[in-house]
């Protein structure tokens, strides 16, 4: 089948065309990111594969649809960037890669919070310019710390897990409780009460109209004075504007994002010789206690194997009419 691409990057070409040569379909990659202004593009075709910030909302989808597009394979986990209910309705399949590696953004997770709790990001810098002074610097250990996983899937129990290893106490909240964390020694409580209690919360919940801004002005003074804050999920479960003014009254300590609200016009490029208009982006990059990573939770060797793996095995289920797997429903 022919498979047009869109946010191609070289990374996807690399993974897709080593992969495909087990498949053998037809791959054209798009690098510009596919939404209502590019829709018009887009070659009358059945199959295109798009990422998280390819925005297909109901016009987009109905304009894909009278261009002959039947299948759009997510290579990705989260589908909140395409109106599944308008696909449903059109009858347009989408397919997703609902488990890559869990452990790549669960690792991402921990390495924002170590990261974060010893101040490697200052300290990186400092040495490198002889600046030996341990002043500042002063962590503290997860190994004593209570840690709130909010939504534990796979990604969440991924961390789970991780964080039993180190000593830390683990409390989650999650509207379906994992066995698997239960048997582990994870405490659910509710939401409330976890945000009373965790040194550090983690979040690994869908983004989903309950979760969105899930982290707001409300919720943020029911944490702890000093906590860390730290999403590898989706960028709108936190209110942006919200996190900032809790960082400038000293209330929030620590703030680890993979993730952020207005990420699509930023994110997966190089814009370092242009000026960026987003202010609440460039007022988060001036905190000390702030460490921002452009969503590279996912972005390890075995978790891109498994994405072109599972992406073109979903699209070849689809041309031989086998029962779909990875069908993303409302
Ligand atoms: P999953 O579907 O396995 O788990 C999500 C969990 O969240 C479920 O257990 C669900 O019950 C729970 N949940 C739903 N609503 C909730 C709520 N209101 N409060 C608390 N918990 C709630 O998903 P996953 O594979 O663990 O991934 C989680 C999220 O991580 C994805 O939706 C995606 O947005 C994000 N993600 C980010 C990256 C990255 O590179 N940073 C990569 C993959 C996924």
Redesign the pocket.
């Known amino acids: 089948m022919k498979i047009d691409f869109y946010s191609a990057k070289p990374y996807d070409i690399s993974f897709f065309e080593g992969m495909n040569t087990q498949y053998h379909h037809e791959l054209i990659f798009h690098e510009y990111s596919l939404n209502e202004e590019t829709v018009k593009h887009v070659e009358n075709t059945r199959c295109i594969c798009v990422f998280v910030n390819d925005k297909l909302n109901a016009t987009v989808l109905e304009k894909l649809y009278n261009k002959g597009i039947r299948l759009i394979a997510l290579r990705?986990?989260?589908f909140?960037n395409i109106d599944i209910a308008a696909a449903d309705k059109l009858g347009i399949t989408v397919v997703r890669v609902?488990?890559y590696s869990?452990e790549s953004?669960a690792e991402?997770a921990v390495t924002l919070m170590l990261s974060l709790s010893r101040h490697v990001h200052k300290a990186y810098n400092r040495v490198r310019e002889s600046n030996f002074s341990l002043q500042g610097l002063l962590g503290f250990e997860l190994h004593h710390a209570t840690v709130g996983i909010?939504?534990?899937?796979?990604?969440?129990t991924a961390l789970a897990k991780i964080l039993t290893g180190f000593g830390s106490k683990v409390i989650a909240?999650?509207?379906?409780p994992?066995d698997e964390c239960i048997s582990i020694g994870v405490q659910y409580v509710d939401?409330k009460s976890l945000c009373q209690q965790a040194d550090v919360i983690s979040l690994?919940?869908?983004?989903?109209p309950?979760?969105h801004h899930?982290i707001n002005n409300k919720t943020l003074k029911n944490m702890k004075e000093n906590v860390m804050l730290i999403n590898?999920?989706?960028g709108a479960v936190i209110d942006s504007k919200a996190a900032i003014d809790s960082l400038k009254n000293k209330h929030v300590g620590y703030l680890g994002l993979?993730?952020y609200e207005q990420e699509e016009n930023l994110f997966f490029q190089d814009l370092s010789d242009q000026i960026i208009s987003d202010d609440v982006f460039e007022r988060l990059l001036t905190f000390p206690n702030v460490l921002i990573t452009a969503?590279?939770?996912?972005f390890t060797d075995e978790a891109l194997r498994n994405i072109a793996e599972t992406t073109l095995n979903n699209i070849q289920r689809f041309e031989n009419n086998s029962e779909c797997l990875h069908c993303c429903h409302i």
């Open positions: 990705c986990a989260g909140n609902p488990a869990p953004v991402h909010v939504g534990t899937g796979q990604i969440g909240y999650d509207p379906s994992s939401f690994h919940c869908p983004l989903t309950d979760t899930l590898t999920s989706r993979d993730v969503h590279q939770g996912f």
